[in-house]
């Protein structure tokens, strides 16, 4: 087992093949949660993923050639999954994927520990989703090659915040930014992180949610303790007029303890034209995807809309990490 | 007049013991908490006392016989009893006395609170927090940063 001290993309924790020796002379770089990037390191990703944008829209590379990377998702996903794989294949890389669980070693009863060991004989580097909060901290050590989190339960998406910020940055600014976080706010990962990322670019932050899916008050204290300056609101009509960034999630009802719990939120939000009436001109609207009913279609065509960009973006951002990664 | 003093305040619970370790000071009723946290069971070879509720309630005292236990091993006490002291004893005399210190780091006791966590499943991993100290003790879990603020010992392995 190996035991690194600190994980993030650019750390050196652990050069030697018993991960003890502190010599870091071949690093493994894993990507398990955003809360251990400085804000120098995302911003040399998000140039990373400006560079290599131009490869994402149809080019190719040969970067990562030669090397193969294996995409554990023992929970369903579409964008993450591709993205990924695209990612690789610009870069002139290879994919191996286990496929659906029901058809792997874990339906026979391996677990994760196992499958890390056995995928570090076949891949370069692994990209895992799981459903245990921790899953890819834990995978990070017993890994010899990077552990990419590709979200694990209801803890950390990484890359996800990253291909936000990144989104942020192309299509609005990103600091001092003024964003409203809509929808669920107590259980959405995506927005936890968000927020934290965001708190080191001195954003104004407003949080839009029905009273059962607040942000916890452990968070917001974390947030107003760095400084940041939080607004709270359940109706996004309050903010439009104010905000760069109105960023919805989807109420996850998959997240929910008590199945009765999200049957009083379904539905409690929708942003559509009317909406966006009082919007200020260069406000965009984002979304992780994908949305049930969150977004009226109706506001595809408005010059507001970049979530379908914000998915692309995925591509540009996951290359600069693999590249980052195994480069 | 020279008084005398009760014969029941002259009695001691609990015979002093030659050699060992003499925990005092463990906060009332956690007592058996300590001996969770030090793997005593009643399975274990070591003669074992234990005295609850002393002096009015306002502590409890194990003692340890012929085990001198090190401060590595004892220093998780202070998860449940932060005021708690060693005494290692040789010969009926305290040659050692040191309070418990509350580690940075902890690793296999205390589960952690999230049912999803990945250390509550069977994976090869043991349950690990790091310790924050501010107005009271906060577990930090490693895998899942979920916290635990209240009630540790209800989480004990």
Same mark, same amino acid.
């Given at each position: 087992?190996?035991?690194?001290?600190?994980?993030?993309?650019?750390?050196?924790?652990?050069?030697?093949?018993?991960?003890?020796?502190?010599?870091?002379?071949?690093?493994?770089?894993?990507?398990?949660?955003?809360?251990?990037?400085?804000?120098?390191?995302?911003?040399?990703?998000?140039?990373?993923?400006?560079?290599?944008?131009?490869?994402?829209?149809?080019? /190719?590379?040969?970067?990562?050639?030669?090397?193969?990377?294996?995409?554990?998702?023992?929970?369903?996903?579409?964008?993450?999954?591709?993205?990924?794989?695209?990612?690789?294949?610009?870069?002139?890389?290879?994919?191996?994927?286990?496929?659906?669980?029901?058809?792997?070693?874990?339906?026979?009863?391996?677990?994760?520990?196992?499958?890390?060991?056995?995928?570090?004989?076949?891949?370069?580097?692994?990209?895992?989703?799981?459903?245990?909060?921790?899953?890819?901290?834990?995978?990070?050590?017993?890994?010899?090659?990077?552990?990419?989190?590709?979200?694990?339960?209801?803890?950390?998406?990484?890359?996800?915040?990253?291909?936000?910020?990144?989104?942020?940055?192309?299509?609005?600014?990103?600091?001092?930014?003024?964003?409203?976080?809509?929808?669920?706010?107590?259980?959405?990962?995506?927005?936890?992180?968000?927020?934290?990322?965001?708190?080191?670019?001195?954003?104004?932050?407003?949080?839009?949610?029905?009273?059962?899916?607040?942000?916890?008050?452990?968070?917001?204290?974390?947030?107003?303790?760095?400084?940041?300056?939080?607004?709270?609101?359940?109706?996004?009509?309050?903010?439009?007029?104010?905000?760069?960034?109105?960023?919805?999630?989807?109420?996850?009802?998959?997240?929910?303890?008590?199945?009765?719990?999200?049957?009083?939120?379904?539905?409690?939000?929708?942003?559509?034209?009317?909406?966006?009436?009082? /919007?200020?001109?260069?406000?965009?609207?984002?979304?992780?995807?994908?949305?049930?009913?969150?977004?009226?279609?109706?506001?595809?065509?408005?010059?507001?809309?970049?979530?379908?960009?914000?998915?692309?973006?995925?591509?540009?951002?996951?290359?600069?990490?693999?590249?980052?990664?195994?480069? | 007049?020279?008084?005398?003093?009760?014969?029941?305040?002259?009695?001691?619970?609990?015979?002093?013991?030659?050699?060992?370790?003499?925990?005092?000071?463990?906060?009332?009723?956690?007592?058996?908490?300590?001996?969770?946290?030090?793997?005593?069971?009643?399975?274990?070879?070591?003669?074992?006392?234990?005295?609850?509720?002393?002096?009015?309630?306002?502590?409890?005292?194990?003692?340890?016989?012929?085990?001198?236990?090190?401060?590595?091993?004892?220093?998780?006490?202070?998860?449940?009893?932060?005021?708690?002291?060693?005494?290692?004893?040789?010969?009926?005399?305290?040659?050692?006395?040191?309070?418990?210190?509350?580690?940075?780091?902890?690793?296999?006791?205390?589960?952690?609170?999230?049912?999803?966590?990945?250390?509550?499943?069977?994976?090869?991993?043991?349950?690990?927090?790091?310790?924050?100290?501010?107005?009271?003790?906060?577990?930090?879990?490693?895998?899942?940063?979920?916290?635990?603020?209240?009630?540790?010992?209800?989480?004990?392995?």
């Amino acid at each position: 087992m190996h035991e690194h001290d600190y994980i993030s993309i650019l750390c050196r924790t652990c050069g030697s093949e018993d991960g003890k020796d502190g010599n870091n002379v071949n690093p493994i770089r894993h990507v398990i949660n955003i809360q251990s990037f400085s804000r120098d390191e995302i911003d040399r990703i998000l140039d990373r993923a400006a560079e290599l944008e131009p490869i994402a829209h149809g080019g /190719a590379s040969d970067i990562l050639s030669g090397r193969i990377l294996a995409t554990l998702f023992y929970e369903p996903s579409t964008r993450t999954r591709l993205s990924f794989d695209v990612a690789m294949k610009r870069l002139g890389g290879d994919v191996i994927d286990f496929g659906p669980t029901e058809g792997s070693s874990v339906a026979k009863g391996e677990n994760l520990a196992d499958t890390i060991s056995v995928m570090n004989g076949y891949a370069d580097a692994i990209v895992l989703r799981h459903p245990r909060e921790g899953a890819a901290r834990m995978a990070s050590e017993f890994s010899s090659v990077p552990v990419i989190n590709a979200g694990d339960g209801a803890g950390q998406h990484p890359t996800q915040t990253l291909l936000d910020l990144y989104t942020i940055r192309k299509e609005s600014k990103l600091n001092k930014v003024k964003i409203a976080l809509v929808g669920d706010l107590k259980y959405g990962r995506t927005v936890h992180s968000l927020a934290h990322a965001l708190s080191m670019y001195n954003a104004e932050i407003y949080l839009v949610a029905p009273d059962q899916l607040r942000m916890p008050d452990s968070m917001k204290s974390d947030l107003i303790d760095k400084g940041i300056k939080i607004t709270e609101t359940a109706d996004p009509d309050d903010v439009v007029g104010v905000v760069d960034v109105l960023y919805i999630t989807r109420i996850q009802k998959e997240r929910f303890p008590d199945p009765s719990e999200y049957q009083t939120v379904a539905g409690s939000y929708k942003i559509t034209e009317e909406t966006l009436k009082n /919007a200020k001109d260069d406000l965009i609207i984002m979304h992780p995807l994908p949305r049930v009913g969150e977004i009226d279609p109706e506001v595809d065509k408005s010059r507001h809309a970049v979530y379908f960009k914000q998915s692309f973006y995925g591509v540009p951002v996951r290359m600069a990490i693999l590249s980052m990664v195994m480069g | 007049m020279k008084q005398e003093t009760p014969p029941e305040s002259r009695e001691l619970r609990v015979r002093r013991i030659r050699n060992g370790t003499v925990i005092d000071h463990i906060a009332a009723g956690q007592a058996l908490n300590v001996l969770r946290i030090l793997g005593i069971t009643d399975r274990s070879a070591e003669v074992v006392s234990v005295v609850m509720n002393v002096s009015d309630r306002k502590k409890d005292i194990v003692k340890i016989e012929d085990r001198e236990l090190n401060p590595g091993e004892v220093d998780e006490i202070a998860l449940i009893s932060p005021d708690a002291i060693i005494n290692i004893i040789r010969d009926y005399n305290v040659v050692e006395k040191h309070k418990v210190i509350l580690p940075a780091e902890i690793e296999g006791v205390v589960r952690c609170i999230n049912p999803n966590c990945i250390t509550n499943t069977d994976e090869p991993v043991k349950p690990r927090f790091v310790i924050h100290r501010g107005d009271g003790v906060e577990l930090h879990c490693v895998y899942c940063g979920r916290i635990i603020a209240d009630r540790i010992a209800d989480f004990l392995i």
